[in-house]
Structures are given as structure tokens and as C-alpha cells.
């Protein structure tokens, strides 16, 4: 079993900056890749920044240029370094990894969410 730990939440000015963290524990062999998720309710989840073991990230469009995703193998913890926020980037961001048991068995697994809230 996996299991996402994120921290790092919290309210913000707008402009300002926060760092999520989540680490991830379990029987993991390998972790392919890591990423950030965000949910405002009632839209659909999406998609913020993903990278992979070797390092290749992937960004939105509304975060390209004020987000950094950066990942630590060695500690199986992903990190999400925001700056400039702004009133729309309020929501609920989700840490996902995709990997590998010890037991040879792929899995997909998800944190319980941080709330960021960026103030106008």
C-alpha cells in the first residue's frame, strides 16, 4: 500500500508564494511519476504540473512560468514551489504518484489535498 502525505497549504496575498510538499511511503519499488492536481468545486479536477523519475516535467498553461515542480528520488517527495499567485489558482491541490509495489504490482495513488486560498 502507497500513501501521500502533502503539506504546505495555506492562505496567501496575491503575489505572494507557497511550497507544497508531499511525500510519499509504502511498499513502493519505483515511482514513474509524480504530479499536482487541483479541484474547485464544481470543475472538473486538473491537471497543474507532472514530472517524471527522469526529470521531464509537463505544466497548464494558466501555471507555465510561475510554477516549479521539482522532485527528491532518493526521499519519494515532490514538490510544488508557486509564485505570483493569483485569485484563480484558489483551490485544492492534490499530490498523484504513479509506480511500483515491491510486490510487482503497478499503482496509481492520491493525497488527501492541501487548500490554498490566494486572497485579492
Known amino acids: 500500500q502507497v500513501q501521500l502525505v502533502e503539506s504546505g497549504g495555506g492562505l496567501v496575498q496575491a503575489g505572494g508564494s507557497l511550497t507544497l510538499s508531499c511525500a510519499a511511503s509504502?511498499?513502493?519499488?519505483?515511482?514513474?511519476?509524480m504530479g499536482w492536481y487541483r479541484q474547485v468545486p464544481g470543475k472538473q479536477r486538473e491537471l497543474v504540473a507532472h514530472?517524471?523519475?527522469?526529470?521531464?516535467?509537463n505544466y497548464a498553461d494558466s501555471v507555465k512560468g510561475r510554477f516549479t515542480i521539482s522532485r527528491d528520488n532518493a526521499k519519494n517527495t515532490v514538490y510544488l514551489q508557486m509564485n505570483s499567485l493569483k485569485p484563480e489558482d484558489t483551490a485544492v491541490y492534490l499530490c498523484?504518484?504513479?509506480?511500483?509495489?515491491?510486490?510487482?504490482?503497478?499503482?496509481?495513488?492520491w493525497g488527501q489535498g492541501a487548500l490554498v486560498t490566494v486572497s485579492s
Open positions: 509504502g511498499t513502493i519499488f519505483s515511482i514513474d511519476v
Open positions: 498523484n504518484a504513479v509506480g511500483w509495489t515491491t510486490l510487482q504490482k503497478g499503482f496509481n495513488a
Open positions: 514530472i517524471t523519475s527522469g526529470g521531464d516535467t
